[in-house]
């Protein structure tokens, strides 16, 4: 019985942890959406450099 039993919380908390790692990865990913729209909302309305003018500034 004890050993069924060890087994049956090993089995939950290797699921728990699979569970919080698939958790942190999509906070993650919500997180760099976020800086994303963040720098979309600041930069509304300022104008817009091509890739070669990027280019251009830091080449010097």
């Known amino acids: 019985m004890t050993k069924t039993l060890e ?7 290797t699921a728990k942890r ?4 698939a958790i942190r990865e999509e906070i993650e ?4 959406y ?3 729209v963040e ?3 600041r930069d509304a309305g300022k ?4 890739h070669d003018e990027v280019k251009q500034l830091f080449a010097e």
Not at 47 to 50: A, D, G, H, N, S
Request: charged share 30%; glycine share 0%.
């Open 39 to 41: 720098t979309k909302a």
């Open 7 to 13: 087994r049956e919380v090993a089995q939950t908390v």
């Open 18 to 21: 699979q569970q919080l790692i």
């Open 47 to 50: 104008p817009r450099l091509t």
């Open 34 to 36: 976020l800086d994303v």
């Open 29 to 32: 990913d919500l997180l760099d």
